[in-house]
Every structure is written in C-alpha cells, then in structure tokens.
T-cell receptor, first 115, second 107 residues
Framework: ETGVTQSPTHLIKTRGQQVTLRCSSQSGHNTVSWYQQALGQGPQFIFQYYREEENGRGNFPPRFSGLQFPNYSSELNVNALELDDSALYLC??????????????FGPGTRLLVL | GQNIDQPTEMTATEGAIVQINCTYQTSGFNGLFWYQQHAGEAPTFLSYNVLDGLEEKGRFSSFLSRSKGYSYLLLKELQMKDSASYLCAVSFNKFYFGSGTKLNVKP
C-alpha cells in the first residue's frame, strides 16, 4: 500500500505567477483534501474533492482552484500568487464514504515560497 | 472558524505523563482527531474520538466530552522523540485544526 505523495517538495515563485501542486492519494482512497499551513499555525482547509467533485471549500479566494482525476490524484492551482501564499501546502487522502469519521492521511507537503 | 484552542507550548520531562488540552466552540462534528507533527514534516495520525470517553492506543490516549466542548491527548512514558507539535482537529468531513501545541521533552 503506497502512502500519499506530493510534488514538488519545494518551489520558489514570484508575485503574480501561477503554480500547480500535485498529490497522489493513498491506494483505495477516493477523497483528497488540501490545506495551507503557515509557519507556527495549524493547517487551514482549502477545499476537498470526493470522486472528482468539489465537496466543500474553505475561506480561500477563487484564485485557489483544484481538480481531481479519475485515479483520484489531485491538483491545486494558485493564480496571481501573493507573498502571503508562502506556506506549506498539504494534501490528505481518505476514504470518504463513512460520513466524516474517516481518518485523513497527509502527504509530506509542498513548501512554496513567493518572492 | 470553529474556535479551537490549544496551549501554545508545553514542557515535560522524559518518562513523565503530559496532558494536552483542546477546547472548541462548535457542535455537530463527526469526530475529534489528534495529529503529531514534527518540524518540517507532515502531520501523522495519532488518535480520534467519535463518542465521549477515553480511547487508548499504546502510550497515547485521547478523551472527548462533547457536552463540555473539551478534549485532551494524554502521552505516557514520554520519550525525547515525542518533542513535536500536537494538533487537534474537529471533522465535518473537512478538518478544522487548532494552532497546535508545541511539546518540548527534556531529559
């Protein structure tokens, strides 16, 4: 059983650029959630995808968008990058058929620095 | 937000027991989860509670009281490797995390 993987591990961008982050979910999982974690803070929910459909969104602007593919891998896209977007971006996969009681398993994260 | 509060930092001695508290001002969630996060790494799952009461998993136990809006994580026989941040999260399918408690274990 493979765990959650993310790519790239680190990324440096400049203000105004666009970035795509990728996540492969754990084998057998159909749900991917994305989180932003600023230094010294807990992860903040961005959005979740369940069976290729968006299944909830946190308090993030529309320039944060995502996709989930038929193999349940996922992408997070951020347009018009701002300095405050610098953070650790985590994806977590779960088996989303248990009404919210399922454990989420996190990938190693992508550390994004916006200059 | 869900107003999830945890102490910012705690210090304990190797071999001791430590209790990390989490209070929240929300209701109707599916479960309360605890994660451990070492610096620069991803959170790893420790324990969760759906019903009130104590769940024990080896050296780690977690307690939930929905009526009191309160949970705690209990770590026994502390080891140096337990130095990390501990995050509590309430689940409404999506997780809402507290800011985490940084635990320092000293010899």
């Amino acid at each position: 059983e493979t765990g959650v993987t993310q790519s790239p591990t680190h990324l440096i961008k400049t203000r105004g650029q666009q970035v795509t982050l990728r996540c492969s979910s754990q084998s057998g999982h159909n749900t991917v959630s994305w989180y932003q974690q600023a230094l010294g803070q807990g992860p903040q929910f961005i959005f979740q995808y369940y069976r290729e459909e968006e299944n909830g969104r946190g308090n993030f602007p529309p320039r944060f968008s995502g996709l989930q593919f038929p193999n349940y891998s996922s992408e997070l896209n951020v347009n018009a990058l701002e300095l405050d977007d610098s953070a650790l971006y985590l994806c977590a996969s779960s088996l989303g058929d248990l009404g919210g009681q399922e454990t989420q398993y996190f990938g190693p994260g992508t550390r994004l620095l916006v200059l | 937000g869900q107003n999830i509060d945890q102490p910012t930092e705690m210090t304990a001695t190797e071999g001791a027991i430590v209790q990390i508290n989490c209070t929240y001002q929300t209701s109707g969630f599916n479960g309360l989860f605890w994660y451990q996060q070492h610096a620069g790494e991803a959170p790893t799952f420790l324990s969760y509670n759906v019903l009130d009461g104590l769940e024990e998993k080896g050296r780690f136990s977690s307690f939930l009281s929905r009526s009191k809006g309160y949970s705690y994580l209990l770590l026994k026989e502390l080891q140096m490797k337990d130095s990390a941040s501990y995050l509590c999260a309430v689940s409404f399918n999506k997780f809402y995390f507290g800011s985490g408690t940084k635990l320092n274990v000293k010899p």
